[in-house]
């Protein structure tokens, strides 16, 4: 076992395990999903700022440097 | 009511195509930031132009808020916040091990043997389908956070 293959291995667990979660939030249309949680800080300005902030960033990191 | 049947339904076929455009414009977009070479001007130009319009919701937004508050004369009542249960929780604490992962990643060495997120973004860039579907998954989380 290579250091890559357990860094891949350990990517796809984190990664395919929140996109399940999203997923099962979404087919049980539950009030109870990382959205919820999501939506009710965006009700505030400030995390609201900076979770924008923190997208302009991601999209100039993978797009434009 | 007649008119207001007419109205109910102009407003729901508006509805109905609303979303399909966004997705197809988005789409659309994705396959134009995808088109482009990263440290080009053409790449910075579409970002910027991306940017540039979620700001610009934004700004909208905020200005429209305040002018509805001025209009009630006096501040309208707070949402009702959502239950938080279980899912959210591991959803979180998914997305916290994701954080602290590629933080580790980043500063554990050869990248070849530890790559991050970014750095497998990098190789996926080769495919301009890989490409459009990340430029996608960015607008798409740019327009959830800036949908009322």
Known sequence: LTSRLVTFVIWGVLVGGLALCTVWALVQRSATSIDTLVRSVLQHAVPRLALLLGWMWLGWHLFAR | ?148
């Open chain 2, 1 to 148: 009511m007649p008119g207001v049947d007419a109205r109910d339904r102009r407003a729901s076929t508006s509805a109905r195509w609303h979303r399909p455009l966004l997705v197809a414009l988005g789409v659309g977009y994705a396959c134009v930031l995808a088109a482009t070479t990263p440290f080009s001007t053409g790449s910075e130009i579409a970002t910027a132009v991306a940017l540039s319009g979620v700001s610009a919701v934004v700004l909208d937004q905020h200005l429209g808020a305040r002018r509805d508050r001025s209009a009630v004369l006096g501040r309208l009542p707070a949402p009702t916040p959502g239950r938080i249960g279980p899912g959210a929780l591991v959803s979180l604490a998914l997305l916290a091990l994701i954080v602290g992962f590629e933080l580790f990643s980043f500063f554990a060495g050869s990248r070849f043997d530890h790559p991050t997120l970014s750095s497998m973004e990098t190789s996926a860039d080769r495919w301009f389908a890989a490409k459009a579907a990340i430029a996608f998954v960015w607008l798409s989380l740019g327009w959830y956070l800036v949908r009322r």
